[in-house]
């Protein structure tokens, strides 16, 4: 015991100087004061009192007591990686919403219980409050303290009575027995012996297979491997989930899942290449190995192959776990193919990279604890490289990955790459390889000279051969790398990128508002080359000059992709290059005679997009593609200066010297007012396409096909749109399967890969239901035609162009959908939501000012909401709303900047998807949904197709003002002007039998109501709401349902109610639906309990 | 065939030099090694099974160059070193099959014949398919020997093989290495002087990484005899007489030293003369005068 505590106290003050350290930062003079808070004792020790303390206590227990116990190293080893397990499997858990509890207090360490206690803490209050002791952290750091304590106990006791008794395995001696034979009288027999290639192939052979087993027989590794695998399953449990929704195992979800392997992978590369490289000397059988006839590198490349034999069945245990898994969910479209040409050619290689440099280290190190170290820190400088401005390929070790797989792009063209990079670090570790070989030690030199030495008379025929060849291979795939991401591609690197975008800002945001006429014609001719990954786009705009001055200069914007080349632009009226910068493609023309108001000009143009060798995997287009190219109107030209191209982030900028910037411009600037949330190149314009591409694609644009026709190995397709629409569209391009339908007279299309069915009938479904319910409640729908074209799953997102809806592969097309009762329809919701876009931002055009996306965006999550509700159970829309609620306030908890009410959103995804869901269903719910829709509809009525000026969200709210009751005018202040939030709480309930069917309910509740600042810090304010009183008895099919449900204006923050039901209550609760915004949503309603008079 | 070593120097890392300008010539037979712990042994054996490299010096083999040629060297080396370990899980069969293999024995039958007939030839056949992990000391030291006879080597060098092993184990130890054929060098490193007097033709005495002596036992004998002189004295006094005489051993019996000196006539009255022993001449170059002699 003694030299646990001793230990223990080591540890401890070990563990102690980093908080120490950190205190010193923070109190060194050269501090940030601006950007750090004001010093404080308790930030730095609470959390080591709270963690580390009983962490160490409890992991220290655990490992002296196996180790005393069992006295063998390798089961702490293995122990160490359970707790790893666990540590990890508790993650996986946390992402869903009814695990957290359980992960919380699971996790061994107690991180999960602070991030889940954490989760909802706003930017102010993480700056200002210390780590709670209590709920979860408290019983978790109890629970494993607890079992530390158990633990020693059990080690007390046990370790006293057995002593003597030794190991738990006792190795039996083996009698020396002398027998019958006689030793002298045997003879020799000669054998013979070879030394010639065949003999050191089969050594070769051998020593591999010996090697191999001599891993698999290894506890620590079997323990490696099925913690790995456990962790596997764990992650299996949930499944690409979005809303707690599964989707179908592919394989490529698969494979990411199996991607999780790649931690124990890695693990196991960095020991047994060690264990291996010392194999012989840790059982000090290396002298008479070492004096064996064999080529000096027979010992290391066995060794190698040793492991790679490991990792190639490994790979085909986890293939077939993965195929376990698929069965387990009924899934049995197995792609071998792409289990194979994923994990044997990216996994694998990343394996024999890290293997071969590993056993380089270990044999140049020469130290086998020294070699781990070195490996290790290696392995960490390798992620921190692009920090300290080592960003490129070529210089960070193994790097070249497959990217993403598609079902519909495949690999796509991250292929070329990919080998290329493979090809280049497989001859570099080839060379660490053969340099190894001749420092490897062999016999007892240790002194690199020595080694250095002996080594050189290694330099065989053979040897030279492999250096030379994988020098040459090293260096000119280098160069060819180079070639192709530096000098055919324009690389730049992040400070470079920074430079040009304060340059940008700099020398043209002076150009932002200087008046620029608007396109109202678009007449292109797009060819798309999938194969080789092109496109020219030919045609012209027609720009009109809508202010009241003549407009003589005009500012033209290529965008910014060195594959993008303006070959041709061209006026139909006298002009000249005013000024051009090169750097920003940015180019003044002078028109000679000067553009009047209300008069056009016509800008012809020729586009080309242009795929030249390859770049660096991670910083390739995946826009214009083999299969699913998909790409919109910012590859064209632009007019006038694009604020997008600024650096945003303000300690960025602070950095640059560049002054802070408002995320977007005030709701009453007269400039915002004027542009719509496409921007400011155009109001409304008039759309006509003619695309082509391979014969064997469809190419799609929004508008009406007009005609579609083949030339050649071309297929033509020529789209119109009839009215004008917003300047923002899509060109899309892939082999396709068509899946039609019609609602009324409106055509209904998904375009989708083949394979990728399962989710059609829902879109179709959540087409027609949005159609019906936006037409009678908003306005007519101003198309023929929806159509819904997948694109690859490069992004995951879906968007609503006119009567064109690009929806990723990623999302929905493979959502699995089983469970009525539990998994959210988002394929159907989804589209509900982009068809809502039709009417809130195409129909209505919203001004680009604070608060634009609760027009389109939030109006549609409304809309969107209203279809779900009609179509699904309340259960169904309640589950919906606990993930919108607890991503709105983990989105808050994150906020870099500052929170806005709704009505003033910044582009905050949080606030205008999730907090507007909660808003504007609880809107519904307290003026009824007809009211809501009156005001969409009117507001609707009112912009409908409008041009400059645009609405903003002040518009809409006078009209749901207009709607709303005056006793619950103040709603309006609470969900859409401020950050208001509820602290609702059942505190204690019970319910008298007043005779027969008549139940009296007696529930004590507090409410607190809370206003926060942009920040999150909150200060109360007086309650005097309408809140919902709940009680629940229990349905014929056993499930709570709620007999009594009634709002009560509540004043004042501990209210008692009496409730008479007349059949049996089993629970009460105050705001138990959560429609107010609470943070702690799960204590809003309470059991019941009896109590007799 | 002939092992010439010339003018060998080595130096480790740390400063200690382990051969100083070692030369030596062994024939075809048994030839012992014999030095005390830390003589530079090992070190030269390990030089001469190419697992060590010299600062300077040649060790020919007959047409082999050891220091470069080190491939030729192993395939007629049968090398045992004085501390070694085995894989303990796994059966001597195997292991020894794994080393006949590395040996370059690579037809099976031959293989399986060979090994069975070290097995036997070391008295391990009954504990063959036994875990290496169990096996004793001097199990494993025969073990030891099995795998340095594989492939009829023409050099073998056993260094330390007595080491640890009861005196049964030694006799049969030494019996096997006896057996080995003539037209075989056999070098065997030890510190005990009754494992080169038994069984070596030629031998060497090595300390501090110099060569002492070298040459027949029965010529070493031949050098000290009568030269020995014994006498039993007291505690007390032998402080006086290591002063006043090259005492090469000293060995208490009954309580008492008897110390041995080397001197060319009676020292003093009470000293009675016997007969050499190669155990006089070992002690008499480690600790006594003729090393002087030599180096002079």
Known sequence: MGRFWGSFVILLLVAASLPLAFMIGDLWPTRETERLLPFNLATYWNPFFIFVVPNMFFTGAIFFASGALSRKSIVIYTQGILLLVLYIGTSSLLRDLEQKEIASLLDPFGVRALSFYVQYWTPGEQNTLQIPFEGYILYNRLLWVGVGIVILLINHFAFSFNVVRGSFFRTKAIKDQTNRIRPEETKIPVATQYTNFATHFGQLIKLTVFYFKMVFKEIPFLAIVIAGILLLLVNAINLNELFGTSSYPTTYTILGLLGSFNLFFLIIAVLYSGELVWKERSVNLNLIIDAMPMPDFISLISKFLGLLLVYIVLIAGLIVSGIFIQMSYGYYKFELGIYIGTMYTETLAFLVLYTLLSMFIHVMVNNKFLGFAVAVALFIIFDFMPQIGIEHSLFRFGSGGLETYSDMNVYGHFVLPFSWFKIYWLAFAALLFAIAVIFSSRGSEDVITMRWKAGKLRLTRPLMALIISSVALFVSTGFYIFYNTNVVNEYTNKDEREALQVDYEKTLKKFEFTPQPRITHINLKVDVFPSTRDFTAEGYFYLKNKTNAPISDIHIQENASSLVKTEKLEFNRKNGVKEKFDKFKYTIYHLADALQPGDSVRMDFKTVFKTNGFTETNASNTNVVYNGTFFNNLYFPTLGYNEGYEMSDDNDRKEKKLPAKERMMERNDPRGLSQSLFGDDADHVQFEIVLSTDKDQVAIAPGYLQKEWEEGNRKFFHYKMDAPMCNFFSIISARYEVKRDKWNDINLEVYHHKGHEYNIDKMMEGMKDALAYYSKNFSPYQYRQVRILEFPRYSNFAQSFANTIPFSEGIGFIAKIEDPDKDIDYPYYVTAHEVAHQWWGHQVMEAGVKGNAMLSESMSQYSALMVLKHKFTPEIIERYLKYELDRYLSGRAGERKKEQPLELVEGQGYIHYQKASLIFYALQDYISEDSVNAAFRRFNNQWRFKDSPYPTSADLLKEIRKVTPDSMQYLIKDMFQTITLFENKADSAFYKEKGKDKFEVTLYTTAEKVRADSAGIESPVAINDWIDIGVYGKSKAGKDSLIYLKKHKIIKKENQFKITVNSKPRKAGIDPLHKLIDRHSDDNSKGLVKKEK | ?296
């Open chain 2, 1 to 296: 065939m002939q092992l010439v070593i010339q003018n060998l120097n080595k130096t480790y890392a740390n400063g200690v030099q382990a051969l100083k300008d070692v030369t030596l010539t062994i024939n075809q037979g048994m030839f012992g090694l014999l030095g005390p712990n830390g003589a530079g042994k090992s070190s030269l054996m390990r030089t001469i099974s190419t697992l060590q490299e010299a600062d300077s010096g040649s060790i020919q083999l007959g047409d082999i160059n050891v220091l470069t040629q080190k491939e030729e060297v192993r395939k007629i080396l049968g090398y045992l070193p004085q501390e070694f370990g085995v894989y303990p899980k796994i059966d001597a069969v195997t292991l020894l099959d794994h080393l006949a293999v590395l040996k370059g024995i690579s037809n099976k039958g031959e293989r399986k014949a060979l090994v069975e007939a070290l097995l036997n030839k070391t008295n391990l056949w009954q504990a063959r398919n036994k875990n290496l992990g169990g096996y004793s000391g001097g199990m494993k030291q025969r073990f030891g020997i099995a795998q340095a006879l594989i492939a009829n080597p023409k050099l073998i060098i056993v260094d330390e093989p007595t080491a640890g092993l009861d005196p049964a184990e030694r006799n049969r130890f030494l019996n096997l290495l006896s057996e080995i054929g003539e037209n075989t060098i056999v070098i065997l490193s030890t510190h005990i002087v009754e494992d080169v007097k038994e069984l070596c033709t030629d031998m060497a005495i090595i300390n501090k990484g110099q060569v002492l002596y070298k040459g027949s036992p029965l010529d070493a004998i031949a050098e000290v005899e009568g030269r020995v002189w014994k006498k039993r004295i007291t505690k007390s006094e032998l402080e006086s007489y290591r002063a006043k005489f090259n005492v090469i051993s000293e060995r208490m019996i009954g309580g008492n030293p008897i110390i041995s000196i080397l001197s060319d006539q009676q020292p003093e009255n009470d000293f009675e003369s016997v007969p050499a022993d190669l155990e006089d001449v070992y002690f008499s170059h480690i600790f006594g005068g003729m090393q002087k002699e030599i180096v002079a």
